[in-house]
């Protein structure tokens, strides 16, 4: 049978008032999403400011080597920025995990299944946590760059140097090529270790042969220092080797420092190769994501390719994704922003979310399978998000529309009911064709009736589309609205209302002017 509930103490209570206040949670969440979160709107400048104060600061300390700096300067370099410095350290540590949250679990389990309580145990992991982020690198550098301001210890000054180091966490470039050696640590790590055998086989065989007839050479610290030398192919000159034996090792020496020294650099150049490309789309994908609307073409197909050599004339922002490198490639040469990715997968999506953008997808791939993911991918993200999917057969547009899209295009069915008017009704197809294409005959095009158009409240009888001669085939109030094909003259206009019509293009535009219109958007 369980225990009776026990009495928190005094510090479980406070641990308990912090994890049931919804307050401290919003605040903290707000500081940890400042201090880590990269698309925060907020972060750059918090990131612009702390590098002001790491090279300002930097820049006194090197000043006061020489000159004595005013005091209001010295407060800032030294007293100032190390207490920014310090608030960031603590706030940093503050946001690592939970600690409230953990003795508040521990504190109902308890009590639910009657047994004695762990809170010590449970401290001491949540302060262990706290402790394995102080021992990071990244830590231990924000914390010695609050060292100089202990003025007693002229010593801690050179911690300054720390101060440069922050750049890696603040400056994304610098932090990009950290992680680029992060990615070949393995191989990297490998040939330190070969590097530091080579030099310690050097230096005691330079030593043993050497130390007795080469008067530069006084004891082994001379020889590893000769051998590291040589290896990096430094050559200061201040050590060499005296004895035919010394010289034959130096050739050895010198062979594997240039060994060493190309593998390092065909390392380093090709893991920034490969980092190169993803940097390049990150950078396309942050300018397309900053747009107000754009469209994600997913799939560069025959489809695709039709529909950009039209729409890139609308001067909108657009990006084509595609898992296939050789269309991507193609994609690049035809002068499209384009990325190799797998559309489908929800990772790629929401790569390119902004819940302020207006955002169109258009899944065009090949595999109705693909098409369908993306669709679903899109509405998980937000149902916002508007998606124009291609459908292979007609007996998948069902299934299309409970994945999420928005409107389904059926190329093949539309190919081959053109292909029988050509053939069945060769006049009808050849007047089709010509309004499509926007020839000379006539073109058709959509009205969007927003709030500020002049149409709104009028029928169709009193806008009178025969003086601007015009034919309207129909209306449909809102993108998923009921078409209704010829309505009568009596139709009055709403707001949203889309008009299809058909006529010249200069008529049309002359309409849109003079009532207030538009197309939709």
């Known amino acids: 049978m369980p225990e009776k509930e026990t009495k928190p103490n005094f510090i479980v209570s406070f641990f308990l008032k912090l994890a049931n206040s919804k307050k401290y949670s919003d605040i903290k969440s707000v500081v940890k999403d400042l201090l880590h979160n990269p698309d925060n709107r907020y972060k750059k400048f918090i990131d612009y ?41 603590l706030l940093n540590l503050w946001v690592y995990n939970d600690i409230h949250t953990d003795i508040a679990k521990e504190y109902y389990e308890s009590n639910f299944v009657g047994r004695k309580s762990k809170y010590y145990k449970i401290l001491m992991k949540s302060l262990s946590q706290k402790l394995s982020y102080v021992i990071t690198p990244t830590a231990i550098i924000d914390l010695l760059a609050i060292l100089p301001a202990y003025r007693s210890l002229r010593i801690l000054k050179i911690f300054v140097l720390f101060r440069f180091l922050k750049l890696f966490k603040h400056t994304k470039s610098i932090h990009q090529f950290f992680e680029v050696l992060t990615e070949r640590k393995f191989e990297l790590i490998t040939l330190f270790a070969l590097l530091i055998f080579v030099v310690f086989i050097g230096g005691i065989a330079i030593y043993i042969a050497e130390e007795q007839q080469n008067d530069k050479i006084n004891g082994l610290f001379d020889a590893l220092y000769w051998s590291f030398i040589t290896i990096t192919t430094v050559g200061y000159g201040d050590i060499s080797p005296a004895t035919d034996i010394g010289r034959a090792i130096s050739f050895v020496i010198v062979i594997l420092g240039i060994t060493m020294i190309s593998f390092a650099t065909s390392v380093i150049v090709s893991a920034f190769s490969e980092k190169l490309n993803e940097l390049k789309e990150d950078r396309v994908a942050e300018q397309l994501k ?163 158009c002049s149409l709104i409240g009028k029928s169709i009888k009193d806008a009178d589309f025969n003086r601007y001669k015009l034919v309207i085939f129909g209306v449909q109030n809102g993108i998923k609205g009921e078409f209704k094909f010829n309505p009568k003259p009596e139709y009055t206009f709403q707001e949203n209302d889309i008009v299809i019509v058909m006529g010249h293009k200069i008529s049309i535009e002359y309409f849109k002017a003079t009532v207030n219109a538009g197309s939709y958007r």
């Open 49 to 89: 400011f702390l590098i002001f104060l790491i090279v300002t600061s930097v820049a006194v300390f090197i000043d006061e080597v020489k000159h004595k700096i005013p005091f209001w300067l010295e407060i800032y370099a030294v007293y100032f920025t190390s207490a920014v410095f310090a608030i960031e350290y």
């Open 290 to 452: 900053s747009s107000n609307e754009f469209l994600i073409i997913c799939g560069y197909g025959q489809i695709a390719k039709v529909f950009l050599r039209s729409f890139v004339k609308e001067s909108k922002k657009y990006i084509v994704l595609d898992v296939n490198a050789q269309k991507v490639q193609e994609a690049l040469s035809d002068g499209h922003d384009a990325i190799c990715d797998n559309a489908s997968r929800y990772e790629v999506m929401k790569r390119f979310y902004n819940e302020n953008a207006k955002i169109k997808v258009l899944a065009l791939t090949g595999s109705d399978i693909e098409n369908i993911y993306i669709s679903l991918n899109a509405k998980s993200i937000s149902k916002e998000i508007e998606v124009i999917a291609r459908a292979t057969s007609y007996k998948l547009y069902n299934k299309y529309i409970r994945a999420g899209a928005d409107r389904v295009v059926l190329p093949n069915e539309i190919a081959s009911s053109m292909l029988v008017s050509s053939i069945v009704h060769p006049g009808m197809y050849k007047a089709i064709n010509a309004i499509l294409h926007s020839k000379d005959v006539a073109t058709l095009d959509e009205i969007y009736i927003s709030i500020e």
